[in-house]
């Protein structure tokens, strides 16, 4: 079942990229190029996910260690 999502997706792809750069080809390359499209940009997207979750990891601790200190000197009478 996935293999033939795959090549659906793939040929829609393909065809949409193909018209998009005009380029003329036949079926089977036009299914090739956008099942080869949706496995590159999948890598992509998989990489930039986790260099994101780590860059949001690190932004959301520096902030939630910047609310701590805040609630320390506030509660502590610390200025």
Known sequence: M???FLIIVGAAA???AT???DVRTDV???I???VGGALIS???MRA???VGSIAFGAIGAVLGAILLIWLWQ???GRS
């Open 74 to 76: 506030k509660y502590s």
């Open 32 to 34: 090739a190029i956008g």
């Open 2 to 4: 996935s293999i033939i």
């Open 19 to 21: 018209r998009i750069m």
């Open 48 to 50: 930039l996910m986790m």
């Open 14 to 16: 393909g065809f949409l």
């Open 42 to 44: 999948g890598l992509l």
């Open 28 to 30: 089977p390359t036009t």
